[in-house]
């Protein structure tokens, strides 16, 4: 569906992190939208998708006194949809790309989550400025570097205007930055040294039954340079190259994962200041790994820039890609290692058997802390103090591992490894 010539306002460039010590706190914003005698209302923008879809069935068990409204342009499968959610849920037609549309249906709404991927390559934020015109608390599932850095570029207006918003609230980004931040925080509270490396690592069986969007966003990112960090120096990298053989743990041991351009690299880098930063991704069977390189080495970048084209190819493999995620399965799992100066090393881990299910867990801890007042206003990445407050990260975190087979915060890396090597004396490293 066409944006029905609405002229929507492209992004600001990105102002600089900034503290919101004058702000209002998020609970004076969220009194501008909601009387103490209603309950909250929650739109979730791509609700009939997969991710979204998750996301409002999470939300529904966390906090059944919810009103989820079920937000995407097909009405007869988020009707459906709705339906199933209970009583207090009900569809909301609307397009993402049609500004008046949203703001309309963002009256009444207390936060808006914006799951309606893919964001590569998109150049306009609009659902973040309508929430922002509304004074709707946001936050998105952005996996892209460059669409979240220009959302951060809204900071100042969403500060003034009262209103909390996180972008790259999903997952992976979003969990894992969590999950990084703990760690740093940890370093430096329990005097293990300076922390000096931090890697993400992740991999997941398949698409994780994510559906078409994840495809493309896997398509696009083909197609960026990998912006990592060394030693304080930005480099550039060649996407799905650097693979690394990787200990998940139970449930998944060893697996290869390869250099992409993700944006907790530059957010974890800027914020939380660790010198040298990178991510790694990886799936199963083997053979799309070997898919995905020849993807990235033999297509013309300009196709793999090209939103249209990709999603192009994305419709021719998308059948042979869902008969083989029925025997792949979706598990998913992410490791975020952190290298201190004095050679400790400490990580996180997180396993679950179905990506499907375990993003909208995820999603929804993000969005049950923002309507919870655990947000200063302004925009902010999860690793942010103001983003997620300090003490709220713990149960942020004990209400997206819900359902993993695998979570552990803080262990040096022996401990969880299938296979680690002992150098004597019961030292294992």
């Known amino acids: 569906m066409a944006a029905m010539g609405m002229v929507v306002r492209a992004c600001a460039p990105p102002a600089a992190v900034g503290a919101a010590s004058a702000a209002p706190s998020t609970r004076d914003a969220a009194q501008v939208k909601r009387s103490p005698s209603r309950t909250a ?10 991710v979204g879809g998750s996301t409002a069935t999470a939300l529904s068990k966390l906090r059944p006194d919810l009103s989820i409204l ?8 988020g009707e459906s949809f709705a339906s199933k959610l209970g009583e207090r849920s009900e569809f909301v037609q609307v397009d993402t790309r049609n500004a008046r549309m949203l703001e309309e249906a963002l009256q ?42 220009r959302a951060k570029g809204f900071h100042e207006q969403a500060k003034s205007a009262g209103v909390p918003a996180i972008t790259t609230a999903g997952i992976y980004p979003g969990v894992s930055n969590v999950m990084a931040a703990e760690l740093v925080n940890a370093a430096r509270s329990e005097n293990y040294g300076e922390p000096e490396r931090l890697r993400f690592f992740y991999y997941t069986a398949g698409s994780g039954g994510a559906g078409p969007t994840i495809l493309a966003t896997s398509f696009l990112l083909l197609g960026e340079d990998v912006i990592a960090y060394n030693k304080g120096e930005e480099i550039k990298l060649k996407p799905y190259s650097g693979a690394l053989n990787i200990d998940f743990g139970k449930g998944v041991r060893k697996k290869n994962v390869y250099l992409l351009n ?40 300009e196709f793999l820039r090209d939103k249209n084209k990709v999603q192009k190819l994305v419709k021719s493999v998308d ?17 975020v290692d952190l290298d201190c100066s004095n050679g400790r090393n400490t990580i996180g881990l997180f396993t679950h058997k179905k990506l499907s299910v375990s993003v909208g867990f995820a999603t929804a801890a993000f969005s049950l802390a923002v309507l919870e007042g655990n947000t200063q206003p302004g925009v902010w990445f999860p690793e942010e103090p103001e983003g997620i ?17 695998n979570f552990v915060m803080n262990k040096p890396s022996w401990m969880v490894e299938t ?11």
Request: hydrophobic content about 40%; glycine content about 10%; aromatic content about 8%.
């Open 41 to 50: 209302r929650v739109l979730v923008l791509g609700g009939t998708g997969r």
């Open 70 to 77: 079920v937000g995407g342009r097909n009405r007869e499968k």
């Open 108 to 149: 009444g709404v207390d936060l808006v989550v914006h799951t309606a991927g893919p964001f590569q390559r998109s150049e306009e934020c609009t659902v973040l400025q309508a929430a922002i015109s509304t004074k709707t608390a946001y936050i998105d599932v952005c996996d892209d570097t460059d669409y979240s850095w």
């Open 262 to 301: 993700l944006p907790e690299v530059k957010s974890a880098f800027k914020i939380l200041g660790v010198p040298t930063v990178s991510a790694r991704f990886g799936t199963a069977p083997f053979f799309w790994n070997w898919g995905m390189q020849a993807f990235a080495n033999f297509l013309p970048v």
């Open 319 to 335: 059948p042979l890609v869902r008969a083989i995620d029925g025997i792949a399965g979706e598990r998913v799992s992410m490791r």
């Open 389 to 405: 407050a300090v003490e709220a990260r713990k149960l942020l975190l004990e209400r997206a591992s819900q359902g993993t087979s």
């Open 419 to 429: 296979d680690p090597k002992e150098v004597g004396l019961g030292i294992y490293v």
